[in-house]
C-alpha cells in the first residue's frame, strides 16, 4: 500500500511538472507538437502515468 502511494505521489509529481512546462508554451509551439491548450491536463496525466 504504501509502495502504491509513494508511486501515486510520483505520478503527481511528473504531471505537475508537465502541466507547468506546457503551460509556459506558446498556442503556436503547442500546435507544432500537435496539442491545444485545452489538450494540457490529460497530455500531461497520460504521460505521467506511463513515465
Do not use: C, H, P
Not at 1 to 14: E, G, H, P, T, Y
Amino acid at each position: 500500500m504504501f509502495a502504491n502511494l509513494v508511486r501515486l505521489f510520483q505520478a503527481w509529481k511528473r504531471y505537475n511538472r508537465s502541466v507547468n512546462e506546457l503551460n509556459r508554451l506558446g498556442d503556436r509551439e503547442l500546435a507544432d507538437i500537435g496539442i491545444s491548450r485545452s489538450d494540457i491536463q490529460r497530455v500531461a496525466w497520460t504521460a505521467s502515468k506511463g513515465a
